[in-house]
């Protein structure tokens, strides 16, 4: 409140512009508050005393994540082409796929979580 009181110009008269950052500004206030509360209490807790003693390394953290995003992609995309070509085989449709269609969306489905 202290900032809508030293800028009156950001707040006019009868206008809600300008709401929207101290909206932001509560939001990441409380946020951080609570993360903080959150924090102090796993500190302090005897089950973190457990896991501080076990070495932390960030290259398998890191491993983790990639996987975590990498197989089930490819399971997905994998699944989805075996059946379009069990399909394609059965069916007897001879519908030609070609190889750099095959790597684009292997390639997309891979970056999908990044954008």
Excluded: C, W
Aim: glycine fraction near 6%; charged fraction near 10%.
């Amino acid at each position: 409140m202290n900032f809508v009181i030293q800028n009156p110009d950001l707040f006019p008269e009868g206008s809600n512009e300008g709401y929207g950052t101290i909206l932001l500004i509560y939001f990441s206030l409380f946020t951080l508050r609570s993360a903080g509360i959150t924090y102090r209490k796993i500190v302090k807790s005897k089950i973190m005393d457990m896991y501080l003693v076990q070495p932390i390394v960030p290259r398998s953290i890191m491993l983790g994540q990639f996987f975590s995003v990498f197989v089930p992609n490819f399971i997905i995309t994998s699944g989805m082409f075996l059946v379009f070509f069990a399909g394609n085989f059965i069916m007897k449709t001879n519908i030609e796929v070609e190889m750099e269609f095959l790597v684009l969306v292997f390639l997309f489905s891979f970056l999908s979580i990044v954008f």
